[in-house]
């Protein structure tokens, strides 16, 4: 589900034990999980590469759900889904493929389907996953609808390649479905938002938080995580940004938040990141350096965030935060968009 998670004010938005930030402190939101990584390809019931970056739903029956991207030993990916009572430990991998990609009826998958952002719709009663589809165009944004992880409903490419990190709204803005992706145009690698009035046909198509520039740790290339999370101060949004080196890439996180019902208004922005590789199976694995979150759950408490991150593109991990610190640690440590943010 998608709940709303009332934030309980202090005076300085700080809550208890946490003293007040200075800007750009460096400060631990999230507490690795000890352990961690829970899934790895030895966890496997049929033979693969490794298993990474997946969706997360809380399901009715309390369990969590996890969406894996599970890479095979072609190099091709596809989606597998594993349960938990608890998210930690105890899961149930289904025995085979729960979405294979279907290259015959759907060409645009044609080197598989990878990356799913999962959101509860209520309107829909159903789930809706939004995939990366890749075939030789490059990777695109295909979207399926499913009630239980055993059918889904396919609509194929939404967007077109070169798109993915998108992940849908829960619910209508102002009578239209809301898309947040990542296309790559001539303008760059930067966060965008698209509208629709029947999840096929997208339009109105707008940047919302763009790569910055330089030595940022957030220059040239930036993407949505999980989906947004709804909270009473807007939409929390946790993104990566890819830092260049000579030695390739480091993928790390940040934070931004998003009016309630202008999704596209960026109220804050962190300046650094909060989440980076930093342990062994962050460190090294098929590629180095990398944690790249597609999903989270919120626990009973309103408050704690689960957040399932591949690591270094092999496993899937688990660090925990508090939504409440993570939105006083944005309010004290933000910067203001000039040109995305209209009142600025
Ligand atoms: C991104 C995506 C992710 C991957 C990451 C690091 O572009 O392809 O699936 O985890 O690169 O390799």
Redesign the pocket.
Known sequence: MNPIIPIVESPAHTPPGHPKLRPCADVQLFTRNPGNPLLTRENWPYPINSV??AGAVLLADGDTLLLC?VEERTGLSHLCAARSANGVDGWRIDPQPTLPANPRDYPEEIWGI??PRITYVPELEQYAVAY?SFARGGPGVSLALTKDFISFERLGVIMQPED?DAALLPRRIDGRWALIHRPVTALGAHMWISYSPDLRHWGSHKIILEARRGGWWDANKIGLCSPPIETDKGWLVIYHGVRQTVSG?I?RLGLALFDLERPDVCLQRGNSWVFGPETPYERCGD?ND?V?PCGQTIGADGDTIYMYY?AA?SSIALATGSVRAILAWLDANHVRLKGVHPSA
């Open positions: 990474l970056n991207r990878e990356d990366t993915k890439g993928y590629v990398v790249f591949g593109d």
